[in-house]
């Protein structure tokens, strides 16, 4: 397996904040080397040490190799060419593993976004989450999106407002335009918990709906 420059991957970690994902680019490959780009948190680079132990996670979407694969890998280097990098020593083999599974439930919550392009922000802009998991949402809005764009949005999930970034995975095509299908980066865990809590207890309501329509 190897993996190519600008494949998006996920370095996941544990500190003293409990688990973490963040989100950045292959910038080159060769080997049991990886170098990628330093993960960011609203602007700033996200202090990883030399010496971290973390896991390195992508998804490949076409061809026999489709799926998800993972492997442990050790931070060697900290450096900066045009933009501030990390070098990886692999540590392992790449293993397929099965995709992550969140209970996905029908909702119609408005919510306010963001589109994050290039480090700048642009203007607010309103859409209809109609769906929800632990994982992502999909969302309807009129804003001209693009895969692998970025946002932050901004929803009411009972009492509680969330507010999280995203990144665009795939495009739902209808007769009328399409949808936007929208995966978390770096929720924090509690918040993930919150909402595969409220996906369940939806689900369990429109289960006893159903119910009550079929007596």
């Not at 009411?156 to 399409?178: K, P």
């Amino acid at each position: 397996m190897q993996v190519l420059p600008n494949q998006l991957v996920e370095l996941r970690l544990e500190n003293s904040n409990g688990p973490q994902v963040f989100r950045t680019r292959v910038e080159d490959a060769y080997d049991d080397l990886l170098i990628v780009g330093s993960p960011l948190r609203q602007g700033y680079v996200v202090p990883i040490r030399v010496g971290t132990e973390l896991i390195v996670e992508f998804k490949r979407q076409e061809g026999v190799q489709e799926g998800r694969f993972t492997n442990t890998a050790i931070v060697e280097k900290r450096f900066s060419a045009n933009v501030p990098l990390l070098q990886l020593r692999l540590l392992g083999t790449w293993e397929k593993t099965q995709d992550r599974m969140f209970v996905r439930v029908p909702v119609h919550f408005d919510a306010v976004f963001v589109p994050l392009k290039d480090g700048e922000e642009g203007t607010h802009q309103k859409g209809v989450i109609l769906n929800i998991s632990g994982g992502g949402f999909l969302l309807r809005a009129s804003y001209p999106f693009e895969l692998n764009d970025e946002v932050r949005i901004s929803f009411r999930l009972g009492t509680e407002q969330i507010n999280a970034q995203a990144v665009l995975a795939r495009f739902i095509s209808l007769e009328t335009g399409q949808d936007y299908g929208f995966s978390f980066i770096d929720l924090p865990e509690h918040i993930r918990k919150r909402i595969i809590q409220f996906a369940f207890k939806r689900q369990i309501e429109l289960a006893e709906l159903t119910k009550e329509n079929q007596t």
